[in-house]
């Protein structure tokens, strides 16, 4: 199971750290990701990290995904936000995903946690 959080409201300009705990996986055989999806729209790929990371042109240099193996969890550090970036988030987790980029190489998801941003 994924269990994200850190959702909320904050102005453009502001970070925030979303975080994604994982229970019942075999954590290091795992990529993990975020995905996204704005209301209106259809879910995108945001973020990826096995043992190295991927990233969307749109969040490229703004955001960092990172995960820790001690504790099961991935992060995205979200900074420099943007309304565009208001949207419910997904982490997601793929067995023998190569840094996928699309929702059918994942076959675990959270529940997602929505954040908007205020310019």
């Known amino acids: 199971q994924l269990q994200a959080s850190g959702g909320g409201s904050v102005q453009a300009g502001d970070s925030l750290r979303l975080s994604c705990a994982l229970s019942?996986?075999?954590?290091?055989?795992?990529?993990l990701a975020w995905f996204r999806q704005a209301p209106g729209k259809e879910r995108e790929f945001v973020a990826a990290i096995y043992w190295t990371t991927r990233y969307a042109d749109s969040v490229k240099g703004r955001f960092a995904i990172s995960r820790d193996n001690a504790n099961n969890s991935v992060s995205l550090q979200m900074n420099s936000l943007e309304p565009e970036d208001t949207a419910v988030y997904y982490c997601?987790?793929?067995?023998?995903?190569?840094?996928?980029?699309?929702?059918?190489?994942?076959?675990?998801w959270g529940q997602g946690t929505k954040f908007t941003v205020s310019s």
């Open positions: 997601a987790a793929g067995y023998g995903v190569v840094l996928g980029t699309q929702t059918a190489e994942y076959t675990h």
């Open positions: 019942g996986l075999a954590f290091g055989s795992y990529t």
